[in-house]
């Protein structure tokens, strides 16, 4: 069965430093998502595309973070400076189109800032 | 931001007991309800989901409910067991918006 890969599963990184987690979607997936979760909370999305354009980044915030997608395929979101409240994971998920079809989701990236 | 809301926070059923957790949502245009499931240090995944032209949709045994005029909706899950146990989260999204989440049900069963 197709998955959604990401990596890296598991990062620490101090305060200041800078971090990227990367995500493979499912073949053929026009729409690539990133949510961001807290422990004991729900995803809340950072970032949607559709291919290689960012369709809502309205709750990224984008002083310290930026995502990219630039062949429509793959994708890369880079958190610098990190700050000690960015610890959460990040999922990425994909979708073959824009609401109402099935949300993969990965497995998670998992980053502590210390 | 539209919110999902999303309760009980927490859950204790008994083995072959039934689950109940329940959503509320505000946007009108939000044409899209699934249910996901999350275990321990995995991503969510898709339970079941359900559009507001019909009023339930059953899957094994898991049932939602929709209330399209109170804008509400709920999972059923019959005959809970213990493999049953983990957290899950009710989702909204319409108009081409992304899934928007409610903060989660952990659900606990006891055999």
């Known amino acids: 069965e197709a998955e959604v890969a990401q990596s890296p599963r598991y990062k620490i990184t101090e305060k200041s430093q800078a971090v990227a987690f990367w995500c493979d979607p499912i073949s053929g997936h026009a729409t690539l998502y990133w949510y961001r979760q807290i422990l004991g909370q729900g995803p809340e999305l950072l970032v949607q595309f559709q291919d290689e354009s960012v369709v809502d980044d309205s709750q990224l915030p984008k002083d310290r973070f930026s995502a990219e997608r630039l062949k429509g395929v793959d994708s890369t979101l880079k958190i610098q400076p990190a700050e000690l409240g960015d610890s959460a994971m990040y999922l990425c998920a994909s979708s073959w189109g824009l609401s109402g079809n099935t949300i993969y989701f990965g497995e998670g990236s998992w980053l502590t800032v210390v | ?111």
Not at chain 2, 25 to 54: C, H, M, S
């Open chain 2, 1 to 111: 931001q539209q919110q999902v809301k999303q309760s009980p926070q927490s859950l204790i059923v008994q083995k072959g007991g039934i689950s109940i957790i329940n959503c509320a949502y505000e946007n009108t245009a939000f044409d899209y309800f699934p249910w996901y499931q999350q275990f321990p240090g995995k991503g969510p995944a898709l339970l079941i989901a359900i559009r507001p032209d019909v009023s339930e949709k059953k899957e094994g045994r898991f049932t939602i409910s929709f209330n399209k005029s109170a804008k509400q909706f709920s999972l059923h899950i019959m005959d809970s067991q213990p493999g049953d146990s983990a957290t899950y989260f009710c989702a909204a999204s319409g108009a081409g918006t992304a899934l928007i989440f409610g903060k989660g049900t952990t659900l606990s069963v006891s055999s």
